[in-house]
């Protein structure tokens, strides 16, 4: 029929039209009024069309593009039946309906939302679309008919509405391509064969707390029944339970909006914005504790049901008990990591922090999690480095790290956070430098292994009841010269009867007497490594070139048998003191 080849390349159809003198309004595309034109390429259909109707753009195969304005308010059947060429379409918010086979054979489509707008979906709507990868189904939508999706072989992952109520018979059977599937919380019923063939189907998500009736066992008749199928957190029970859904073998609690990919939960945080965090295994941070194991690569982004979302966060407990964790890289998306993110993980060795991320950092291969924006590391490991210019450890920073033997914290460091290095009970020395004004509470609790403690500061840092709770107050606390005391009386420092001053300078010899003048250093026999007070004839400390005292230059200078040193001259006749004058 010449009729069916009238229409050729771009098409602009008028919102109104004037016949006879008078102006008519164009609201509807009727019956097969563009059926098989093939040369069409691309239309554009104005605002006043209400409806699209049976057949219309049927067997359009050189159609590639197409707008539906917002006030088309329903689709009618096989409307672009075997349009070939057509690769993607959006559905307006207006739509309510779907007509049957609307969008079948459409082999290039690639993928489909279909608004909160539509309620029906009608039967082989979308079957044989061979091409079509991904279908997200809004919220509005209450059924679909049977065969809508029937022998979408490219189909990978199919997400349903929570207004769903049933699922129809072989709605997406032989979609042998689909891995994923995700089925809304109103779901009530899954029909016949819903989901038979579908033979690569490696998760299902199940967002109804009561399971949904299945009809019999062609539902998920050739689905591997030991796949994870997710359902509500609290619910597997029932599940596990429940007809025919008692032959699948991992079911698996799941709080409202988390997700697997590829072993690692996520939480989706903003649908929005598509973003997700990073959350712990099972329904609770303790019921699935330690199943995070080896090394574990956090990607910048991830695909759930069609949608691509950006990781930013590492959620509140994540990691924490993992400790068969070992190693952790996190992208530069990631912008948020929760309290306790990685707590309790003894055996992680490795934390790369991906370059480019404005956040965190990992610098100079530190094996560290450090907040760009105040120097503050938050969260360490039994290999950290703390790098120079880190200004603060952070609480629970190494929270749980049994395998931190030693680590050295540079004077860049003016507070610990509380609770920093709780429960590292392989620590056994500290060196606490004198930058370090603040020591958190709980900051040692439970280091069990610590045996002595070196603390820089002439003025003792600030410390609480349980800063040191579980260590015992008998281990040596060394502080410098003349500070003992100090120590001794200061709040919580009190507790520990062991606190240990360098003592002065012990002359050994008689000569040369206590503040004679000293006028070469051969004439001096001393304790190894203990301070030798030298002044000068106006009572000043003598200092080296490089402004050292010559009692530090004296210490220095011997050996461990207290053996003479050098000869070298003074710099000026000096008086030799064994006490600070």
């Not at 009238?6 to 019956?31: E, F, H, K, L, W």
């Not at 610098?363 to 703390?386: D, F, H, M, Y």
Request: with cysteine.
């Amino acid at each position: 029929d010449a009729s069916y080849t009238s229409y050729n390349g771009a098409v602009i159809i008028p919102s109104t039209t004037v016949i006879d003198g008078v102006t008519y309004t164009v609201t509807s595309i009727d019956n097969n009024a563009f059926e098989r034109c093939t040369g069409v390429t691309d239309i554009i259909i104005p605002n006043s069309v209400t409806s699209i109707t049976q057949r219309a753009f049927y067997g359009c195969t050189g159609l590639t593009e197409i707008v539906i304005p917002d006030s088309v308010a329903w689709i009618g059947n096989y409307a672009f039946y075997g349009c070939t060429g057509l690769t993607s379409i959006t559905i307006p918010n207006s739509v309510s309906s779907i007509g049957s086979y609307a969008f079948s054979s459409c082999y290039g489509l690639k993928s489909v939302v279909i608004p909160g707008s539509v309620t029906s979906i009608g039967s082989y709507a979308f079957s044989y679309c061979s091409g079509l990868t991904s279908v997200t189904i809004g919220n509005g939508v209450t059924s679909i008919g049977e065969h809508a999706f029937y022998n979408c072989d490219g189909l990978t992952s199919v997400t349903i509405g929570n207004s769903f109520t049933s699922i129809g018979y072989k709605a997406f059977y032989d979609c042998d391509a689909l891995t994923s599937v995700t089925i809304g919380s109103g779901v009530t019923e899954i029909g016949s064969y819903a989901f038979d063939n579908c033979s690569n189907l490696a998760e299902i998500y199940v967002r109804a707390t009561a399971p949904p009736k299945i009809e019999d066992s062609s539902a998920f008749y050739n689905v591997d029944k030991s796949i994870p199928v997710y359902v509500p957190e609290g619910c597997a029970e029932a599940y596990r339970k429940a007809g025919y859904w008692s032959e699948f073998t991992n079911i698996i609690g799941l709080p409202d909006g988390a997700f697997v990919a590829n072993d690692i939960y996520y939480m989706i945080t903003s649908e929005e914005n598509k973003t997700v965090g990073v959350t712990f295994k099972g329904s609770t941070c303790d019921e699935h504790a330690n199943e995070y194991a080896g090394e574990v690569v956090i990607p910048a982004s991830v695909v759930y049901g069609g949608v691509t979302y950006s990781v930013t966060a590492i959620g509140k407990e994540t990691f924490r008990g993992c400790t068969a964790l070992t190693s952790i890289v996190i992208p530069a998306s990631v912008t948020a990591i929760g309290e306790h993110a990685f707590s309790g993980c003894a055996g992680l060795a490795s934390i790369v922090v991906e370059e480019g991320n404005n956040v965190y950092d990992s610098r100079e291969s530190c094996n560290a999690i450090i907040e760009v924006s105040t120097n503050r590391l938050i969260v360490g490991c039994k290999n950290s480095v703390i790098p120079e210019g880190v200004t603060t450890i952070g609480g629970n920073a190494f929270y749980g790290c049994t395998g931190l033997a030693s680590i050295t914290i540079p004077a860049s460091v003016t507070a610990i956070g509380e609770g920093a290095f709780i429960g590292c009970s392989g620590l056994a020395t500290i060196t606490i430098p004198g930058s370090v004004a603040t020591i958190g509470n709980y900051t040692f609790y439970d280091c069990t292994g610590l045996t002595e403690i070196h603390i820089e500061a002439t003025t003792p840092p600030t410390i609480y009841s349980n800063t040191f709770n579980s260590v015992s107050r008998t281990i040596p606390v060394h502080v410098p010269l003349h500070c003992a005391d100090v120590y001794s009386n200061a709040e919580y420092w009190s507790e520990f009867t062991n606190i240990i001053a360098p003592a002065p300078l012990a002359v050994v010899t008689t000569t040369p007497a206590e503040g004679a003048e000293v006028e070469s250093f051969s004439e001096i026999v001393v304790e190894f490594n203990k301070p030798v007070y030298c002044v000068n004839e106006t009572g000043a400390a003598v200092k080296d070139a490089e402004g050292s005292t010559v009692a530090t230059l004296v210490a220095e200078m011997l050996d461990a048998e207290g053996a003479t040193a050098d000869g070298s001259p003074l710099a000026t006749q000096v008086r030799l003191y064994t006490t600070e004058p």
